[in-house]
Every structure is written in structure tokens, then in C-alpha cells.
């Protein structure tokens, strides 16, 4: 069982910046599993925004994030973070961070399903101002 822990989400106004931050703990036999970062607004079905292999060496985004958001981990310290630039109003949601720890051969792969991750935090809030 792996604990998901998100933190680094708040109000932030147009066009700036926040850092989310998933930290991973519990007992697994290896942390290079995939990871994503997915997110709920209102009124609407989650979505993923971001996922990133088990290797760190394939990344995926949503159209609406690219060239903005960027994913990154750090399997030594159980990290996963989500650096976004730009913000928009309609980036504001609950996000969440997601693993799937489920033994897979190849590390250079990820999922975009949300139904195929099996561990996730308890969301942070991001909340852009216009």
C-alpha cells in the first residue's frame, strides 16, 4: 500500500505559477512505478493533465496544458511534481495525484486511464483568478 500526499496548490491570479508536490510512502517492492496527475472541476469528470513512466523518460500531457505544465519525478526522494506556468481560470480544480503500482516490465510507460491507477492522494486545491 502506497500513501499519496499532495501539497503546493492555492490562489494564484492569471498567468502565474504554482509547484504541486506529490510525495509517495508505504511499502512497495519499487518506486519506479508510473505516476499522473489528474484533476476535477466542478461540475465536471476528472481528467488527467499530466502522467509520466515508471523511468521518468515518457511524458504525457492534455492538449489544454502543453507547453505550460511539466511533470517531473525524482524516484530517489518519492516524488512527483507538477510545475505550472500560465495559469488559466479553467485550470482551476481539485488535483489530484495518482500512482499505479502494479508490476509492469516496462518502465517507459504510463497510463492516461484514471481507472487503471490504484493509489491516490487526497487532491489539493488550485484556484486561478481573473
Known amino acids: 500500500q502506497v500513501q499519496l500526499v499532495e501539497s503546493g496548490g492555492g490562489l494564484v491570479q492569471v498567468g502565474g505559477s504554482l509547484r504541486l508536490s506529490c510525495a509517495a510512502s508505504g511499502r512497495t517492492f519499487s518506486w519506479d512505478f508510473m505516476m499522473g496527475w489528474f484533476r476535477q472541476a466542478p461540475g465536471k469528470e476528472r481528467e488527467i493533465v499530466a502522467a509520466?513512466?515508471?523511468?521518468?523518460?515518457?511524458?504525457y500531457y492534455t492538449d489544454s496544458v502543453k507547453g505550460r505544465f511539466t511533470i517531473s519525478r525524482d524516484n530517489a526522494k518519492r516524488t512527483v511534481s507538477l510545475q505550472m506556468n500560465s495559469l488559466k481560470p479553467e485550470d482551476t480544480a481539485v488535483y489530484y495525484c495518482?500512482?499505479?503500482?502494479?508490476?509492469?516490465?516496462?518502465?517507459?510507460?504510463?497510463?492516461?486511464?484514471?481507472?487503471?491507477?490504484?493509489?491516490w492522494g487526497q487532491g489539493t486545491q488550485v484556484t486561478v483568478s481573473s
Open positions: 509520466i513512466s515508471g523511468s521518468g523518460s515518457s511524458t
Open positions: 495518482a500512482a499505479d503500482t502494479k508490476f509492469y516490465s516496462n518502465t517507459d510507460y504510463y497510463h492516461t486511464d484514471s481507472g487503471l491507477y490504484n493509489n
